[in-house]
């Protein structure tokens, strides 16, 4: 959280006269006002990106409030929080083998973001992060925290054997996806098509070219016999 405390080394700022005065807290996500008028307040927060947090924040000072009992603000960012669950088209299973990057707009292409690994196998988004490519559990999922609110594209690089690749998907990061209520992304790969012959779907035009080449084989043989017989029997005449 972010909160308005007596900070140990005495540091503090003082109100501004027309009212109104803009700030950063400190490494501690502390600050510390004094002298300010009895009254009510308003803090409205430039909430750090990939955290979701109150737009505004009222609170009011009365007689009672002092350096020694000073009156507490506290500011709660939950980070956004979405999810992706990599499953079979057909059967809803989860699949394993999956990995995916995530990309926003730049000013002029797209952006892969970065990530840092946290201690539960879940990532955050961390623009000193090293990963790039998230790869899904082993129960098809992936956990991801600290997403910039906006559109995101979440771009299939890694396709479990046997399916489909799919084209990149398009989700709208919103205030409702936090940390404590992740949004879940179900996206859905397909098998490859089998024929009878364990053929995959590719091999399946050559295998009507081999067909079309035996049957042309054939009725060349067949018109060749038919041919010679004719032959044989204007001789005879």
């Excluded at 955050?124 to 594209?153: A, N, S």
């Excluded at 398009?170 to 859905?188: A, F, Q």
Aim: charged letters at 25%.
């Amino acid at each position: 959280g972010r909160s308005i405390v007596i900070s140990d080394n005495n540091s503090y700022r003082v109100w501004a006269k027309d009212g109104q005065d803009t700030f950063a807290v400190d490494e501690n996500g502390h600050m510390e006002f004094r002298y300010l008028p009895v009254g009510t307040y308003r803090l409205v927060e430039v909430t750090p990106s990939g955290y979701i947090a109150e737009d505004e924040v009222s609170f009011t000072l009365t007689d009672h409030d002092s350096t020694s009992n000073p009156k507490i603000v506290t500011v709660e960012n939950k980070p956004t929080g979405v999810k992706i669950k990599k499953v079979d088209a057909a059967s809803g299973n989860p699949l394993m083998g999956a990995g995916f990057a995530i990309k926003v707009k730049g000013a002029n292409d797209f952006e892969t973001l970065t990530f840092r690994a946290l201690g539960d196998g879940s990532y955050f988004c961390d623009p000193d992060g090293k990963v790039t490519e998230l790869m899904v559990d082993g129960m098809g999922e992936i956990t991801m925290y600290g997403l910039p609110l906006g559109d995101i594209w979440v771009e299939e690089t890694t396709t479990p054997d046997g399916y489909f690749p799919i084209s990149a998907q398009k989700l709208s990061v919103t205030k409702e996806m936090s940390s404590t209520e992740p949004y879940t992304l179900t996206i859905k790969n397909s098998k490859f098509v089998k024929l009878g012959m364990d053929s995959d779907w590719w091999e399946f035009p050559a295998l009507i070219g081999g067909i079309v080449l035996l049957i042309s084989a054939v009725i060349g043989v067949i018109v060749a016999a038919f041919r010679k017989k004719r032959s044989r029997k204007h001789r005879k005449a």
